[in-house]
């Protein structure tokens, strides 16, 4: 995994418009938007930033850039989150990113707590989390629109210890 960098835009616009890729995740954003938030996440992360740590999944050996993973810190819980193009769905690479991830946060950012947020009926994003030991903490009713339907939010936790 390396730091998102400019020229990583063309990965990062496809992981947000890619239908396959969002459709149980977000509603597509205008590109304005996108690359605000593209531009937010090119900032140098730190414990103390308030925006997201984005990190580009590159496949050993070929170092093609597959995915993104990252985490946001908000009142002492990372928020971890990953995207993947759909060509690596179910190959391990979600899971073993969130793994190196969290590894990463708490043997140098001395982070513990975790956090996962999934839409209703993703159920292999919630079975990368179960992999990698998150456990289901909470379900908020009717918390997310997508395409105009309303999903709850499946709110998974995990703490290193």
Same mark, same amino acid.
């Given at each position: 995994?390396?730091?998102?960098?400019?020229?990583?835009?063309?990965?990062?616009? +496809?992981? %947000?418009?890619?239908?396959?890729?969002?459709?149980?995740?977000?509603?597509? /954003?205008? *590109?304005? $938007?996108?690359?605000?938030? @593209?531009?937010?996440?090119?900032?140098?992360? %730190?414990?103390?930033? *308030? %925006?997201?740590?984005?990190?580009?999944?590159?496949?050993?050996?070929? !170092?093609? =850039?597959?995915? $993104? +993973?990252?985490?946001?810190?908000?009142? !002492?819980?990372?928020? $971890? !989150?990953?995207?993947? /193009?759909? &060509? @690596?769905?179910?190959?391990? @690479?979600? #899971?073993?990113?969130?793994? &190196?991830?969290?590894?990463?946060?708490?043997?140098?950012?001395?982070?513990?707590?975790?956090k996962a947020v999934v839409?209703? !009926?993703? +159920? =292999?994003?919630?079975?990368?989390?179960?992999? #990698?030991? @998150?456990?289901?903490?909470?379900?908020?009713?009717? =918390?997310?629109?997508?395409?105009?339907?309303?999903y709850a939010d499946h709110?998974?936790?995990? *703490? &290193? $210890?």
């Amino acid at each position: 995994m390396t730091p998102l960098r400019k020229d990583d835009w063309p990965l990062f616009q +496809t992981l %947000h418009s890619t239908e396959q890729v969002i459709a149980q995740c977000f509603d597509p /954003l205008p *590109d304005t $938007v996108l690359q605000q938030k @593209f531009q937010q996440r090119l900032a140098p992360w %730190h414990k103390d930033a *308030d %925006h997201w740590q984005c990190l580009v999944i590159r496949q050993h050996g070929s !170092g093609e =850039a597959i995915g $993104v +993973t990252g985490m946001c810190l908000s009142q !002492g819980r990372a928020e $971890v !989150g990953y995207l993947l /193009l759909p &060509a @690596f769905y179910g190959q391990g @690479f979600g #899971t073993e990113s969130l793994q &190196a991830l969290i590894q990463w946060a708490a043997t140098t950012q001395d982070i513990s707590h975790f956090k996962a947020v999934v839409t209703e !009926g993703n +159920t =292999a994003s919630e079975r990368v989390l179960q992999k #990698t030991g @998150f456990q289901l903490a909470e379900k908020v009713p009717q =918390a997310h629109s997508i395409a105009g339907k309303r999903y709850a939010d499946h709110i998974y936790h995990f *703490d &290193a $210890v």
